[in-house]
């Protein structure tokens, strides 16, 4: 087994860390846990459990820094370090706080082109209701009071390196194949892959595109009626919406997708889906029908949504 267990923290570059500081607390319904003199900021929603799951830098430029996965026990950080290595990929391993809050990290770059960390312990704080005799929801909060991240989707430069990203993925780290989208002579490219290390369709998504970035990352919520209210929430506060709700074909999730203030597109990612497992079989869409998939009620392209979205970070 490779040990990882779930999507941990999300590091980003915002243009107005005050405007993002309200947006993310007033609007999503999050709470920050920690602030550096720097003016960094970490961020936790009410059903997470661990110190943080969102980092918002201050900047002069909106992108994406890196992504990290939680593992399950820290010895599991020295077992992927050698599988890593073993598969051509360098890494380095961060002490023990070099990641506030964290312990060990170990960091390398995936064929996708993105900064991937791994971990196994962060600063516990609980969820906002507690573990005993639990509320189902907090009373107390704000605007959409999303549950936790949920998934990340990055861009790869072109299918060549979705599909180099998916192989690594699966056989390294051994993330299951839930669906894809296959392209060129006889379906023989992957164009779009979705990865599932939980039970959920995703935990993490490649798509192809000209530039390596993000192109989104989603907030759970619980289902149909909690996306109406989240775009209740978003009209209020005149966020800037991308898709107004809609259904995926793949993942059938319920979703909007919408913008924060400094461009970076999120998601509100509604309902299980389906219960996704290792033996399940993978779920192939089609050239032809790629926006079906994508927007199951209209089937209709939308250009911008595929080639508008937040560049990585130049090293």
Known sequence: ??????????????L???ASRNYYVNIMGMDVTREDSDGTIYLKCWDEWDKYSLILRPSDEATFNRVAYKVEKD????????????????TEILPEGAIPECG???????PSGHEFNLYAKKTFVGKDVGSTNPRPWP???RGIKVHWIDHVLLMCQGPE?????????????????????CVGPNGSLQAATWLARTSTPHDLA?????EVGMHHFAFFLDGWNDILRAADVMGMHNVKIDVTPQRHGITRGETIYFFDPSGHRLETFAGLGYLMQPDMPTVTWTEEELWRGIFYHTG???GAFTTAYTLSAYK
């Open 206 to 210: 490649f798509v192809a595109g000209p």
């Open 75 to 90: 010895s599991d950080i020295d077992d992927l370090k050698a599988k890593i290595e073993a598969y051509g990929i360098s």
């Open 300 to 302: 209709q392209e939308n």
């Open 139 to 141: 009373f107390e909060g």
């Open 104 to 110: 060990r990290v170990l960091k390398f770059d995936a």
């Open 1 to 14: 087994m490779s040990g990882v267990m779930r999507i941990g923290h999300l590091d980003l570059n915002v």
């Open 16 to 18: 107005d860390i005050k």
């Open 161 to 181: 390196k979705v599909m180099e990203a998916t192989k690594f993925f699966q056989e390294v780290l051994e993330f299951n194949l839930a669906e894809q989208v």
